[in-house]
């Protein structure tokens, strides 16, 4: 079968686009030996959130944008990326977001007049206004 304009096969040889087909049931034999010429050469495959939550909390790290993934029906993983990517395990993950300095001193400041961490936590701190009294008076 002859390809004139060679758009079904530029398409056909990414692997961004084989997660909308089987590579492997290509049937034109010269396509197919393309696409499989191109899959050998990639050398990585595609996952589901569900095969790489076997090991990781994945849907976290794709919604913070630090796992790469696109988005058919469900969203699809390179290999080679769920295994460069780290995924903290264990009590304390979720501490990766950032702080502004004007945050830090805020929780401090919030700490200094007796707030609990889970009280200031709550608060929108630009609005929080506190009273300075002077020191106190012994």
Known sequence: M???DRGLERFAVKSEHWILFRPDRVRDPALARLVTLAVERWGDEWLTPGQVAEIHNVNRHIRAG???AVKWGNWRIRRSDAERV???KGRGTGHE???SEEGDAFLVLARAV????????????PLLTISWIGPPSW
């Open 2 to 4: 002859a390809h004139p």
């Open 86 to 88: 780290y995924f903290p």
């Open 66 to 68: 630090k796992l790469p």
């Open 114 to 125: 007796g707030l609990s961490l889970r009280q200031a936590q709550g608060r929108p701190w």
């Open 97 to 99: 977001l950032d702080w």
